[in-house]
């Protein structure tokens, strides 16, 4: 039986895929290659980023032994492995990088399709749960979608489907700790996140003395790194509390350097 969490999920990415691909369709050539704050990437880098991942998250779930043979080439590539994977979308036109992406996504979410939740999914880092691939890219999604916003100079409302971005930031706080050196607290950190239709989301102990208190969008903006914190309302109590806005990181790999101040910009 398929994990109810694991089906909503799967319905969110789904719109946050058909949104931000409507958005691509109609901007112009020139947009393309428009300079995210995501420097040195364009937009056409974002999407072609988006497009090799979905591809390489569908082979960790129906073809494991290509699936590792990319990890080796990634852990064994001299250089930066993340360029190398933009040179496909850099040798294509913006129409044929949105139809790489269209296609790698609508691979990838077939292959969850087939899966129940609960299953445990190979990843260049430990295996994780199948929801939380899932909620992964949902949040890559919604990160590099933001990149695009800011490039073209768009607001962007938050929908209820930042839950999954808001929700691997309470089960990243002792990664985020772990990655910068530092012991991750014994009792975590407690969530009280406010979302745009009046509903409070919490997450963690009630009765743990560290809280982070925020808006849902705030929250989604902190862990993906696409706003300093002086550029966001957070109410954080507690030492940890305090620690973990500073070192906030909801992705895998080195710790980020995060952006600077919208001042500073």
């Known amino acids: 039986m398929k994990d109810p969490e694991f089906v909503g999920c799967l319905r ?64 064994n590539y001299v250089g930066d492995p993340m360029e190398e994977h933009l040179k496909m979308s850099r040798s294509q036109d913006p129409s044929e990088t949105l139809t790489w992406w269209k296609s790698s996504s609508t691979l990838m979410r077939g292959a969850f399709q087939n899966l129940e939740g609960f299953e ?68 975590g950190i407690r969530f009280e996140i406010h979302a745009n239709d009046g509903k409070i989301w919490e997450f963690g102990d009630p009765s743990c003395q560290d809280v982070i208190i925020t808006s849902a969008l705030d929250l989604a903006l902190l862990v993906t790194q ?19 806005v500073e070192i906030a990181q909801v992705f895998a790999g080195p710790s980020g350097t995060g952006r600077k101040p919208l001042s500073e910009q």
Do not use: C
């Not at 994780?128 to 890219?137: K, Q, V």
């Not at 696409?226 to 973990?244: C, P, S, V, Y």
């Open 12 to 75: 969110d990415l789904s719109s946050e895929v058909h949104e931000l691909s409507s958005l691509l369709g109609e901007i112009d050539l020139a947009a393309w290659k428009k300079i995210t704050p995501s420097t040195p990437w364009s937009i056409q880098d974002s999407i072609g980023h988006l497009a090799y991942f979905d591809r390489v998250q569908a082979l960790a779930i129906e073809e494991a032994g290509a699936f590792q043979t990319i990890v080796e080439r990634f852990v």
């Open 120 to 187: 445990k999914l190979p990843w260049f880092g430990p295996p994780m749960r199948a929801i939380s691939a899932l909620r992964a890219r949902v949040m890559e999604t919604w990160a590099h979608g933001q990149d695009i916003y800011d490039a073209l100079g768009l607001k962007r409302e938050a929908t209820p489907r930042i839950y999954h971005v808001v929700h691997l930031g309470h089960r990243t706080v002792g990664w985020s700790f772990l990655s910068h050196g530092l012991e991750a607290p014994k009792d």
């Open 226 to 244: 696409r706003r300093h914190r002086d550029d966001l309302t957070i109410e954080a109590t507690g030492d940890n509390a305090k620690k973990w």
